[in-house]
């Protein structure tokens, strides 16, 4: 009897010792790169955003922002999508754009969020024409004295009127280069963990961050800043990228170098504003009010998302190695 209780003892440890050895064999898992993604419909309620001749930026946004968090949903079971409104009221319901504003940075900070992504639309406004439509005669006086007198003299008249802009595509905006204080600034009440890459391995204990007074930590917390800009830049390249291969026109990445995009300043993670389309533009209008026009964009988002998310996690299992 005890002999067959230590044979069964030690089948028990060679069994364990087994599985842990073959379960070893596939080597290191990659860590998650993206836990929870924040989505921001732009404008809503108070604030209609751009308007094109039938419809409002702030209801373009919406729909196209609710289609991608589901589509992401779908490829991506396990992240965490946070929305900063999914009706048509200003973020938070706030009564002002400036409080609504807050609330969108201030909800994806406390969040914890990895990546935030702001859908707008882009506006061109009108072009002006003037032209000469025909001339009238008007008396004017020459002369002095008794050589003074009047003669009529020819002038054009005008036709003025405007046309809207031509203007299309898309742009997907990263913060200016410039705002590198207001990003390092927006760190300074959360918690961040050691490592400066998030797909690092981070230590298990969260530290309060100091304040960005500190000379030697403002150094740290923007070393964050530099690895978010390079982040938020490889995925505007990439949704860019993405957008042309369906056939629409890119106008590219770009930055707001004066007033700067505050929400993009704002939030404590890699972030980007991507204007989907000129609702200005009749024509991209009727694209981004349709359905074909609104799964092809949330298909080229969800795609560079894809590529995005597969680079940061390859970088994670294969070491510090290249940037990215």
Known sequence: ??????????????AIALASFTGNDQGPQPKAAIRTLIIDPGH?????????????????SLAVS???????QKEFPELKIVYTRTTDVMAGNKPTKDQGLRYRADLANESAGDLFIAVHCNSAGYIKHREVSGYTYKTVYKGKGSKRKAVKQKVPKY????????ARGTETYIWA????????????????????DSTGAAPQIALDLP???DPAEYARMLIYAQQFFRKSLNLA??????????GRVSRGVKQRNDAGI?????TNMPSILVEIGFISNREEEEYLNSDKGQDEIVEDIVAALKGYKEKLESRSVAGSGAAF
């Open 1 to 14: 009897m005890r002999r067959r209780i230590v044979f069964l003892i030690l089948s028990s440890f060679f």
């Open 44 to 60: 809503g309620g108070i604030d209609p955003g751009a308007r094109g001749s039938f419809s409002t930026e702030a209801d373009v």
């Open 66 to 72: 609710l289609k991608l968090g589901k589509a992401i």
């Open 159 to 166: 036709r003025s009127w405007t046309t809207p802009s031509p």
């Open 177 to 196: 280069v410039n705002k590198n204080d207001a990003k390092v600034n927006s760190m300074n009440k959360i918690e961040y963990y050691g490592e400066i």
């Open 211 to 213: 304040d960005p007074s």
């Open 237 to 246: 390249e990439m949704i860019e990228k993405e957008f042309a291969a369906t």
């Open 262 to 266: 505050w929400v993009l300043q704002a």
